[in-house]
Nanobody, 124 residues
Framework: QVRLIESGGGLVQAGGSLSLSCAATRRTFSSYTMGWFRQARGKEREFVAAINWSGASTKYEDSVKGRFTISRNTDEDTMYLQMDSLKPEDTAVYYC?????????????????WGQGTQVTVSS
């Protein structure tokens, strides 16, 4: 089975930066997509960014384009999310997720393995 562990969350002022990491404890799929999702209090989980198994294809939610950068270290089976120019509306629990296949998906329902989340809080 795949276990995902997020890290790097914390408290930051608006305009600041944070870098999140998601480490997989074991490789399960030959080709897979990894994604970041977030869930704010009282709201449903939403897509943030995703990257395919090779790292050649990425997808971003419109509100984070130009501010967030998703990347992968294939050898370490680790995914990263560099977050710059953070805004209070970015405050949420951030989750990493994995799905088999080569196609980048943006729906949470398409992902099968999830981490436990890391809290990101952006103050005004």
């Amino acid at each position: 089975q795949v276990r995902l562990i997020e890290s790097g969350g914390g408290l930051v002022q608006a305009g600041g930066s944070l870098s999140l990491s998601c480490a997989a404890t074991r490789r399960t799929f030959s080709s897979y997509t990894m994604g970041w999702f977030r869930q704010a209090r009282g709201k449903e989980r939403e897509f943030v960014a995703a990257i395919n198994w090779s790292g050649a294809s990425t997808k971003y939610e419109d509100s984070v384009k130009g501010r967030f950068t998703i990347s992968r270290n294939t050898d370490e089976d680790t995914m990263y999310l560099q977050m710059d120019s953070l805004k209070p509306e970015d405050t949420a629990v951030y989750y990493c997720a994995v799905r088999p296949g080569v196609e980048v998906q943006i729906s949470a329902n398409d992902y099968f393995y999830w981490g436990q989340g890391t809290q990101v809080t952006v103050s005004s």
